[in-house]
């Protein structure tokens, strides 16, 4: 068989393209961080930690002479307790604690994973009771469903002891408590208690009868070595032929297993989950299903994990809005932001947030001036100029309703989503309360333990100069958030909240015709 000169430099074309590639895989260096920490290196970590909070983190500058000898006193506690060998993921649960002193919603040791030993069953919060529930969620036990301790101690210590790794906004959260409450033995360290490869759960049923019951602890070492393993025995065996076949069949994480259809509740309702707002506007397919269902009497989309920062979901939802006459000197405007100075940021660093200049609205100066006068007054060599962002230029349409489902993890643009069609009559907010997470984020990793830090480097204010981040939005109906939600039951909820009071014109009555929901 021959081959053509054209094919054969094809070819080989490829063989070195894919061998570049898999050489560049060898050169990058592989970042991983430190199993053990020395008090050297804690100390070393801490004031690059407080250095790099002194100088980015917004939250930090708005109130610097009660935040700063706050972190100093958390820190000097920390080296003074870790003297020795610290575990990594000890010193990151530490860091954690020290974040959440600064009241940011957006502050996290992003790669914190601890794998000391989580809790064998599955809580659910019931009312002021907590389900012990197996991998099924069934009940571990029918005859005494819920338990009252743990190890001894009080389910209400369990708690208290995970609120501590949340920020101010989530330490209410249900939603935001469970995944801590599942690391069993970094909260027995917290707390005090030996570590053992088992729990004692207390469990109680109605007539307040007790059972004991022991439980042995997941062990996950053996299996990550063995995945490891694996993963490093099929690289060194790959051929170069399997690496090209790999490479054709890669496909972008962020694209995998969007949601792309309507769901049918009822014949009047249908439900809509959205969790990455730049997909979804790259998504024409999804924009269109939106759209019809936008012309049910009830659409129900779920945002209780939406993030990013793209603003094409508020603008198709802003035909839900009502006619806003509470800003007359400026009814376009929607809210205010400034980011923290540093000398690596360009002036256009809120403009991915769809920011921009307070010179771009062209208004006359007095007119400026009036408007911005609510806004607090800050040090100019701290935060950069006043931005200001503009509603959509949609007008209201149809008299459908909509519900929008958030938590604490509905963030960036799905924060602005929460807030402002909280305040529109045919619009319902259900879930838990936001964080108020609207920020950008600044990170950076420490040298020593390689964790990655973020925190908050813009606030954000809204039309009347009310502080947002970090506030969070209220639903307008509580709802716990478990994973089997009740969808006719939820449109029955919706059925039975207080009506809001339209914004509208007194002299320009418009009448949105509440549809009839099954």
């Known amino acids: 068989m021959s081959f053509s000169y054209r094919s054969i430099v094809m070819l080989l074309s490829v063989i070195i393209f894919a061998s570049l590639l898999k050489l560049a895989f060898f050169a990058v260096p592989k970042d991983n961080t430190a199993p053990m920490l020395n008090a050297q ?4 970590d801490l004031y690059a930690l407080l250095d790099q909070i002194e100088q980015h983190s917004a939250f930090y500058a708005l109130t610097p002479d009660k935040a700063s000898p706050q972190l100093k006193y958390m820190a000097s506690l920390i080296v003074e307790q870790y003297q020795d060998i610290t575990p990594n993921d000890r010193f990151a649960a530490e860091i954690t604690k020290l974040l959440n002193s600064l009241k940011d919603p957006g502050a996290q040791v992003h790669d914190f994973n601890d794998q000391s030993g989580e809790l064998p069953l599955t809580l659910r919060p019931l009312n002021d009771q907590w389900l012990a529930l197996d991998s099924n969620n069934s009940p571990i ?10 190890d001894g101690l009080p389910m209400s210590k369990w708690v208290a002891a995970s609120q501590a790794y949340l920020p101010e906004p989530a330490k209410q959260s249900q939603e935001m408590q469970l995944p801590w409450l599942k690391k069993l ?22 007539d307040l009868q007790t059972q004991q019951v022991t439980l042995a602890l997941p062990s996950r070492e053996p299996q990550t070595q063995l995945v490891e393993n694996n993963q490093e025995d099929q690289t060194q065996d790959m051929s170069v032929f399997e690496f090209i076949n790999q490479l054709s069949q890669f496909e972008r994480t962020e694209f995998q ?10 014949n009047t309702t249908v439900k809509l989950k959205i969790s990455d707002l730049y997909a ?26 939406a993030s990013g920062f793209s603003p094409k979901l508020l603008t198709l939802l802003s035909r839900y809005q009502d006619t806003d006459l509470n800003n007359t000197l400026a009814p376009n405007v929607m809210g205010f932001a400034h980011y923290r100075r540093s000398p690596e940021l360009r002036n256009d660093y809120l403009q991915p947030l769809n920011f921009k200049p307070l010179a771009a609205l062209e208004y006359s100066v007095p007119r400026l001036k009036s408007l911005t006068r609510n806004l607090p007054s800050v040090d100019e060599d701290k935060f950069s100029p006043w931005y200001v962002r503009t509603k959509p230029a949609v007008a209201p349409e149809g008299r459908n309703r909509l519900a929008l489902l958030v938590s604490p993890k509905c963030r960036q643009e799905c924060e602005w989503i929460a807030y402002r069609t909280k305040s529109w009559s045919r619009a319902n907010l259900i879930g838990e309360k936001t964080s108020g997470d609207f920020a950008r984020q600044y990170h950076f990793k420490l040298p020593n333990s390689g964790l990655d830090i973020r925190f908050s480097s813009s606030l954000t204010y809204d039309a009347q100069g009310k502080l947002l981040s970090g506030a969070g939005t209220e639903p307008d109906i509580w709802l ?24 509208i014109q007194t002299s320009q009555p418009t009448k949105l015709a509440q549809a009839k929901l099954n």
Request: charged share 25%.
């Open 280 to 305: 979804f506007e790259l998504d024409r397919d999804l924009q269109q299903e939106l759209l019809k269902g936008m012309t049910y009497p009830l659409l129900i989309i779920d945002l209780r994990h």
């Open 141 to 150: 036990n029918n005859d005494f469903p819920f338990v009252t301790h743990i």
């Open 41 to 44: 290196e804690v100390r070393q």
């Open 257 to 266: 297993d969007t949601p792309n259809q309507l769901e049918t509740v009822n």
């Open 185 to 206: 033995n970094l909260l027995r360290e917290d707390l005090g208690l030996s570590i053992k490869p088992y729990v004692l759960i207390t469990l109680i049923n109605d």
């Open 480 to 503: 716990p958030q478990n994973s089997d939600i009740q969808w006719q039951g939820l449109v029955s909820l919706v059925r039975s909240a207080k009506p809001k009071t339209q914004l």
